[in-house]
């Protein structure tokens, strides 16, 4: 049940982000660094239409993500946004790649939350 918490906390920061390759700036917000850019997560984010969204925050997450994640773990994230129950069964799924996909993933959402907050 923790877990859902933090994917649904996560999903709603991630939610809140953007940014473009143009945007390509550095900013250090509460000790880390932060670049924004454009990428499936920052697009999934936008689309969303979630309340918080926005480019910055969006850039943020995104630009966390590009130093956490690959191109195929960031697509698979950005699905989440689409349909957030995919989150629980690749979470639940027992099988090893998914499970290692869950590691980085928790770990990139609690990088994102720390860097991308006051977006």
């Not at 630009?63 to 129950?85: E, I, Y």
């Not at 069964?89 to 994102?112: D, T």
Request: net charge positive; with cysteine.
């Amino acid at each position: 049940m923790r877990n859902t918490a933090l994917l649904v906390v996560v999903a709603f920061a991630l939610a809140a982000c953007g940014g473009s390759r143009g945007d390509r700036v550095s900013r250090y917000y509460g000790g880390a660094s932060a670049t924004f850019a454009n990428g499936p997560i920052s697009q999934a984010c936008l689309s969303a239409d979630r309340k918080a969204a926005n480019r910055r925050l969006c850039g943020c997450i995104q630009g966390v993500a590009n130093n956490a994640l690959s191109n195929s773990d960031q697509k698979l994230a950005a699905t989440f946004f689409r349909t957030p129950h995919r989150a629980q069964e690749i979470r639940q799924s027992g099988n090893s790649r998914n499970e290692a996909f869950w590691k980085r993933y928790k770990a990139f959402a609690a990088r994102a939350d720390n860097t991308c907050k006051g977006y």
